[in-house]
């Protein structure tokens, strides 16, 4: 009997509105085998915080075509406790019996890691599971260009990401055409002008602006969620 493959999955769910009348939930996971990464999401809809951190478990599981020995990593100690039996199974018994059924084959692990905290793919989940939850449907290419992030690849997408944003803050975001400190401060209004009457940016600018992009990512998201899941 060969030996199961070793799989890292980092879940995470994300609910706009969460406690509200009004929600939009989705769930993603990172893949990691050896190095090799791979992005899945679903779109929830109508739902809550903890169960989109359940199915984003599942979902992570159900993508595994063969028997793994997986360490499921999750920020959610609602989902880690209740796993690992610390916590009673008192609501959502459908997500929980579908993370059954993922895992029923599986060898798994559950961690808690703290998020926002500088782990790459915990931060990748969340930023997958926000987009999608806001867009309302699941884009290959957000899958694919937050891959393409952790790998430090430059990809036209994120060119083109980088273009747009930059002149959205430089001509449509607040404050942008007074450069009035409306919305984010003179200093980066003026650079990001700069960067925007650039045809080609080159490797540096592009990182720049994609820096500068991303401390405004609240304000692209209106615009475009999309283009901050790519940023």
């Known amino acids: 009997m060969s030996e199961r493959k070793l799989v890292t999955i980092t879940a995470d ?86 993370l059954d059924t993922a895992a029923q084959i599986h060898e798994v692990t559950y961690e808690w890691i703290k998020g926002h905290n500088g782990n790459t793919e915990q931060e990748a989940a969340d930023t997958i599971a926000r987009s999608i939850a806001e867009i309302g449907e699941v884009t290959e290419l957000i899958l694919t260009e937050a891959v393409q992030r952790l790998e430090n690849v430059i990809t036209p997408a994120l060119r083109n990401a980088v273009s747009e944003g930059l002149h959205y803050l430089a001509n449509d975001c607040d404050g942008a055409r007074t450069r009035d400190g409306v919305g984010f401060s003179k200093f980066d209004a003026d650079f990001g002008h700069r960067l925007a009457t650039k045809t080609v940016l080159n490797p540096r600018e592009l990182a720049a602006g994609r820096k500068l992009l991303r401390r405004y990512a609240g304000q692209l998201a209106s615009y475009n969620p999309a283009l901050v899941a790519i940023l």
């Open 13 to 98: 769910g994300a609910c706009l509105g969460n406690g509200q009348a009004q929600t939009r939930a989705a769930a993603a996971a990172i893949l990691n085998y050896q190095g090799r990464r791979r992005a899945v999401a679903e779109y929830i809809g109508e739902s809550t915080n903890q169960r989109a951190e359940i199915i984003a478990v599942a979902r992570g599981l159900e993508s595994l075509n063969e028997p793994c020995t997986v360490i499921i990593r999750s920020d959610s100690r609602y989902v880690v406790e209740t796993m690992k039996g610390a916590y009673k199974r008192r609501t959502n018994h459908d997500c929980w019996a579908r």
